[in-house]
């Protein structure tokens, strides 16, 4: 019968296993440009269930497409439902200048205690210490009462159809889980000398409002003729940039400023001073304080025009979206008719790509994972607030069905977050938050799913 902190012992004792992992993983190059044939997550799947298999642990890939595999491993308990699933994604996006990177994208290089490459830290990082997590367990005979589900799915970066939003909508039993980690949130924030963990409990909404705008088509050499819709654009273009969207302070972050050491109590009202005052001492809480306070609209593509001699009668210009939890569509509409009143000829359509999502903060669950980071990183004194993420997870097809959904990921506070470029150049991760993170996923499982 393995003592938890025996686990957490071998976990520093196996470091170099779990860095050549990472890179064998960062070496397979998944990368989903979100156009058919794209991804491949197949081939990094494939290499997990052979790893698993090498550790005695179960598992299968079930697709959409052949190539864009989902992993499903299951490291079963006494009672024969699991509790927890361990979840993370194994595509990632694209490279944009591999000139511009330190070392090749692909060739997970270690150095300076980091591991390079594209996707090492979103999403595998996360993949790594997830399943040398279950390793860890099954290698030590640790019995759980029930049992722990690790799925890393395809298509994240594109929306997921082909990988958790297809296995909600057709295999949800694949899912199957009362309480869900997930990257999304969990990231360490020093603030006023406080060490601050955020707790990944939601999304907030995004959507894609294409607005149309209208003129009349003339030769460009008697534009009088005509009328130009690129004149339109730019009334509309000032019109959105001088738009003031609405204060809110009502998101459970909120109410944990002081944990910050913020003494202010938040309010529509002074909310923009305390991101003013905040700004200085720590940028990205300040950009998550403004994030949180305010539905978002940022024009980002402007399509128009046939000839460069023709008057242009149609332009269309799409802005991102952000909303609120609450901010429903009439919300939205009633924003943009303000912003757009009486422009002639114009008309916009609304898509939503992700609806807003959460998940509640109190919670037994919180408390948990509050333990698992406690003693993954073995410190006493760490603090929480629940955080809305202004991007989006798979988390939102997990919450919709039902299961607890928590961003969290284990992270290491003396990892540098600035280091970590998700999405940039010289993307990489700590390997302290590659040991934390895996001490952390295991904690949890023995916890939650009563390991002895
Ligand atoms: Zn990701």
Known sequence: ?????????????????????????????????????????????????????????????????????NLIAVLPGRDSKTRLMLMSHTDVVPVENASKWRFEPFSATVSGGRVYGRGASDCKQLLTSQLMAVAVLKRNGVRLEQGVRLVSGADE?????WGFGWLADKHAESLESEL?????????????????????????????????????????????????AGFVLAEALKRI??????????LPLFDYLSEFAIEDKPTPKNVDRIVAHVEPENRSLATLLRALSRMTLTPT??????????????????????????????????????????LEGVEY?????????TSPYKTEFAEAVKRAQAVAIGRKDI???????????????????????????????????????????????????????????????YDVCGGR
């Open 383 to 445: 603090r929480w607030a629940p955080m809305v993420s202004n991007g989006f997870t798979d988390s939102r097809f997990t919450r919709n069905i039902g299961i607890v959904t928590y961003g969290f990921k284990g992270v290491h506070p003396d990892d540098d977050p600035a280091l970590t470029n998700v999405h940039g150049t010289n993307e990489s991760t700590g390997i302290l938050t590659l040991i934390s993170s895996t001490k952390a996923m295991i904690a949890l499982a």
């Open 241 to 250: 940039e001088a738009y003031k969207p609405e204060l809110d302070t009502s």
């Open 301 to 342: 593509m402007v399509k128009g025009g046939v000839k460069s001699n023709s008057v242009p009668e149609s332009i269309e210009l799409t802005c991102d979206v952000r909303t609120l939890p609450f901010q429903n569509e009439a919300y939205l509409r009633k924003q943009l008719d303000a912003v757009l009143a009486g």
């Open 349 to 357: 359509d609304v898509d939503y790509m992700s609806v807003p999502n």
């Open 157 to 161: 970066e594109h929306g997921g159809r």
């Open 1 to 69: 019968m393995p003592s938890l902190q025996s686990l957490l012992d071998e976990v520093d004792h196996r470091a170099d296993e779990i860095v050549a992992l990472e890179q064998d993983l960062v070496r397979i190059p998944s990368i989903n440009t979100g156009f058919m044939p794209t991804g491949n997550e197949t081939r990094v799947a494939e290499y997990c269930r052979d790893w698993l298999a090498g550790e005695g642990i179960e598992s299968r890939i079930l697709g959409r497409d052949p190539e864009r595999g």
């Open 180 to 228: 869900a980690v997930n990257e999304g949130g969990g990231n360490a924030v020093e603030m006023g000398g406080n060490l601050v963990y955020l707790l990944g409990i939601g999304e907030k909404g995004r959507l894609e409002v294409h607005i149309r705008l209208k003129g009349e088509s003339a030769h460009a050499s008697v534009p009088w003729v005509g009328k130009n």
